[in-house]
């Protein structure tokens, strides 16, 4: 078993920007990948960003150059740095573990929680 606690979500201007912080517990963190979703109301759940156990990376289009994926493996924790925020981020973030990495969020087998981001306009 993997547990996923997301934090850092809030509400910000348009143009801002938030961190997103998953701590994980449980298995060996550093043989998992880690991914971010997110789900605005009335919409699927919606892929953002994965990063893989050896650091390699893929984002959606609509975050690419305003998103950064990172983790630390001593820490056990996955990060999601959001810069220039648009009224169209807002939706709550999930992050996600799963051996090898995919953009489709049902063959994921551990989530967080999820935490609220708000942008206004």
């Known amino acids: 078993q993997v547990q996923l606690v ?3 979500g809030g509400l910000v ?3 801002g920007s938030l961190r997103l912080s998953c701590a994980a517990s449980g298995r060996t963190f550093s043989n998992y990948d880690m991914a971010w979703f997110r789900q605005a109301p009335g ?3 919606e892929f ?3 990063i893989r156990s050896g650091g390699s990376t893929d984002y959606v289009d609509s975050v690419k150059g305003r998103f950064t994926i990172s983790r630390d493996n001593a820490k056990s924790a996955v990060y999601l740095q959001m810069n220039m925020l648009k009224p169209e981020d807002t939706a709550v973030y999930y992050c996600a573990a ?3 990495a995919s953009r489709d969020y049902g063959t994921y087998n551990y989530w967080g929680q999820g935490t609220q981001v708000t942008v206004s306009s």
């Open 98 to 100: 799963r051996l090898f």
């Open 6 to 8: 997301e934090s850092g």
């Open 43 to 45: 919409k699927e759940r």
């Open 13 to 15: 201007q348009a143009g």
């Open 48 to 50: 953002v960003a994965y």
